[in-house]
């Protein structure tokens, strides 16, 4: 497929498990920015939870931001952009999935030019298996998240 090269195609990725709590935070994301219009120049994706299937997800893109779940660090909703050194350290996998410390790691051994790639999320209060629903801070911080990517559906400006 031909592009211009001046136009930058950009992929909103959000992992993430409804079914688990705050793990959900990337789908409640993704359906708050699912329901905006989009620039021709921007896909938006529920990835679910992250496994070797989610490498596809990187390509076709010049820039890549994954909305996802944080880990607990005593502030539960606390929006962080976590660097990629620091997920790519993630040695827990996550439910169903290798968990995005290995994707980021999986997309890092191929030859090919990566995306640039953002992350942004959450912290959790708890990940509760087969509780539906987001801790109330959690909650909050969909909308805090959801306002700060909206820059991305406009045609020409994006962080």
């Known amino acids: ?23 959900g935070f990337g789908p409640a994301v993704y359906e708050r920015l699912a329901a905006r219009e ?7 994706t529920e990835a679910g939870a992250p496994g070797p299937a989610a490498l596809a997800l990187f390509e076709d893109c010049d820039e890549v931001v994954i909305v996802d779940a944080l880990a607990p660090a005593g502030k539960p909703g606390r929006v962080h952009r976590p660097s990629l050194a620091m997920i790519m350290e993630e040695a827990t996998p996550a439910a169903h999935g290798l968990g995005l ?12 030019t990566s995306p640039a ?14 509780h539906i629903g987001l801790s109330e801070p959690v909650a909050r911080a969909v909308d805090e998240v959801a306002m700060l990517l909206g820059a991305y559906f406009e045609n020409d400006r994006h962080e």
């Open 38 to 44: 989009r620039p021709p120049d921007l896909r938006l």
């Open 117 to 130: 790639i953002k992350i942004i999320g959450a912290e959790v209060e708890t990940i509760t298996p087969f």
């Open 101 to 112: 410390g290995y994707v980021l790691r999986a997309l890092a051994a191929f030859p090919e």
């Open 1 to 23: 497929m031909n592009q211009s090269p001046s136009i930058i195609r950009r992929h909103i990725v959000c992992f993430g498990n409804p079914l688990h709590g705050d793990d």
